[in-house]
């Protein structure tokens, strides 16, 4: 069986960035790095990142951080409806 994958959104606070959201994107590694891929947003983290989206992958039942992207709030708006339409894509058809 292929590992969960999920994406974590997180926050940038004035200590480190605070996860807010969580999304279950299932086992299907292809359509996970897809969907990443298909978003909005930088791949370098920087001290000027508000926001960032993380593609995660259990293994082991642990988290293991495969990819990121970091956000600004726009972006993090039109990221949210591509996520909401995908999932509710691959759980109804």
């Known amino acids: 069986m292929e590992s969960p994958f999920y994406l974590l959104i997180s926050l940038k606070t004035p200590k480190n960035y605070e996860p807010f959201g969580e999304f279950n994107l299932g086992h299907d590694r292809e359509l996970a790095y897809a ?3 298909s978003l909005d947003g930088n791949p370098k983290i920087d001290d000027q990142c508000r926001f960032h989206i993380d593609l995660i992958e259990t293994v082991d039942a642990l988290p293991e951080q ?3 992207k970091c956000c600004k709030l ?3 708006s039109t990221n ?3 996520i909401a339409l995908e999932i509710f894509r691959q759980k109804n058809l």
């Open 74 to 76: 726009e972006e993090l």
């Open 80 to 82: 949210m409806k591509l």
């Open 66 to 68: 495969i990819r990121s």
């Open 35 to 37: 969907l990443f891929d």
